[in-house]
C-alpha cells in the first residue's frame, strides 16, 4: 500500500504563484511516477503534470507547460509543483497519484488517471481575481 498526501495549496490573487508538494510512502519513492491532477466544481479531473521516478522525463498538459513546472527530490520523498502567474481558472482541488510504476511506455499514459493506483485527498488552490 502507498500513502500518498499533498501540502501547500491555499488562497492566492492572481498572478501570484504557489508551489504544491506531494510525499509518498510505502514503496521505494524512485520507483513511482508521481502525477498531478486538479478538479474544479461541475467539471471532471483533469491531467495537469506528471514525472517519471527518476525526475528525468517531466510531462504537462498543453495549457499548463509555459506556468507550471513539476520536479522531484527522491532523497527527501517529494515531487514539487510550481505554478507560476496563477489566473482565477486554476482555481481547483489538485490531487496528486502515485503511479504503478516508475516510468510509463507509451508516454500518454503520464496523463492517465488508470495509470496511477494511489491518490491524496486533494489540496485546494484558490485564485482570486
Known amino acids: 500500500q502507498v500513502q500518498v498526501k499533498e501540502s501547500g495549496g491555499g488562497l492566492v490573487q492572481a498572478g501570484d504563484s504557489l508551489r504544491l508538494s506531494c510525499t509518498a510512502s510505502g514503496r521505494p519513492f524512485r520507483d513511482i511516477a508521481i502525477g498531478w491532477f486538479r478538479h474544479a466544481p461541475g467539471d471532471v479531473r483533469h491531467f495537469v503534470a506528471a514525472i517519471n521516478g527518476g525526475g528525468s522525463r517531466p510531462s504537462y498538459a498543453d495549457a499548463m507547460k509555459d506556468r507550471f513546472t513539476i520536479s522531484r527530490d527522491n532523497a527527501k520523498n517529494m515531487v514539487y509543483l510550481e505554478m507560476n502567474n496563477l489566473e482565477p481558472d486554476d482555481s481547483a482541488v489538485y490531487t496528486c497519484?502515485?503511479?504503478?510504476?516508475?516510468?510509463?511506455?507509451?508516454?500518454?499514459?503520464?496523463?492517465?488517471?488508470?495509470?496511477?493506483?494511489?491518490w491524496g485527498q486533494g489540496t485546494r488552490v484558490t485564485v482570486s481575481s
Open positions: 497519484a502515485a503511479g504503478v510504476a516508475a516510468s510509463f511506455s507509451p508516454s500518454s499514459l503520464y496523463s492517465s488517471e488508470n495509470a496511477y493506483a494511489y
